[in-house]
């Protein structure tokens, strides 16, 4: 299986702030995390970016030979209470539904996180464009200082990225 990761942001854009990180230092941890266990179970997977740099969107997306993308991301928002796991899929997409909805299960029971569901996002550029399968995985709210920290744990980046592995495996299993 050819496989995208995608750690969102990077170089200029730092994505959502917390009170001490950004959301893509952490997206590029949890997606190197997720880039060996894939690779250690045979799949052919490609990172979009390997450092803190900012590719640019088209080359984000370039998935004719690939099978899944999987972006990965923080959450953020203006309330600082507000937390939990959210899994993105492109409206329309079967396929990125089912994805979505065996991350989103693996996430929820892997973390014990509040459970956002799955959600339908037509505006978001790497689910639009592209070709193949696509989410883009929510890990935690940033803005949360609770789960700032947590994002921040080299422990719990790992059950993330074990967890999207494991719901990529249930789906190309046919899991329902």
């Given at each position: 299986?050819?496989?995208?990761?995608?750690?969102?942001?990077?170089?200029?854009?730092?994505?959502?702030?917390?009170?001490?990180?950004?959301?893509?230092?952490?997206?590029?941890?949890?997606?190197?995390?997720?880039?060996?266990?894939?690779?250690?179970?045979?799949?052919?997977?490609?990172?979009?970016?390997?450092?803190?740099?900012?590719?640019?969107?088209?080359?984000?997306?370039?998935?004719?030979?690939e099978?899944?993308?999987?972006?990965?991301?923080?959450?953020?928002?203006?309330?600082?209470?507000?937390?939990?796991?959210?899994?993105?899929?492109?409206?329309?997409?079967?396929?990125?539904?089912?994805?979505?909805?065996?991350?989103?299960?693996?996430?929820?029971?892997?973390?014990g996180?509040?459970?956002?569901?799955?959600?339908?996002?037509?505006?978001?550029?790497?689910?639009?464009?592209?070709?193949?399968?696509?989410?883009?995985?929510?890990?935690?709210?940033i803005?949360?200082p609770?789960?700032?920290?947590?994002?921040?744990n080299?422990?719990?980046?790992?059950?993330?990225?074990?967890?999207?592995?494991?719901?990529?495996?249930?789906?190309?299993?046919?899991?329902?």
């Open positions: 299986m050819n496989i995208i990761i995608d750690p969102g942001h990077g170089g200029k854009d730092p994505g959502a702030s917390g009170q001490f990180s950004n959301e893509k230092d952490i997206a590029l941890k949890i997606s190197r995390m997720l880039y060996a266990l894939l690779k250690k179970v045979g799949h052919k997977v490609r990172l979009t970016r390997e450092d803190d740099s900012y590719p640019k969107w088209e080359d984000r997306v370039i998935s004719t030979t099978d899944l993308f999987i972006s990965i991301h923080c959450n953020a928002c203006g309330n600082y209470e507000v937390e939990g796991i959210e899994t993105l899929h492109y409206p329309g997409s079967e396929a990125g539904e089912k994805l979505a909805s065996l991350i989103q299960k693996n996430l929820k029971y892997q973390t996180r509040i459970d956002r569901k799955i959600k339908e996002r037509k505006d978001l550029y790497v689910l639009k464009k592209t070709r193949c399968p696509a989410v883009l995985v929510e890990t935690g709210f803005s949360n609770k789960e700032e920290i947590s994002l921040n080299a422990e719990y980046q790992y059950i993330l990225a074990s967890a999207v592995a494991e719901g990529i495996k249930d789906y190309l299993e046919g899991e329902v």
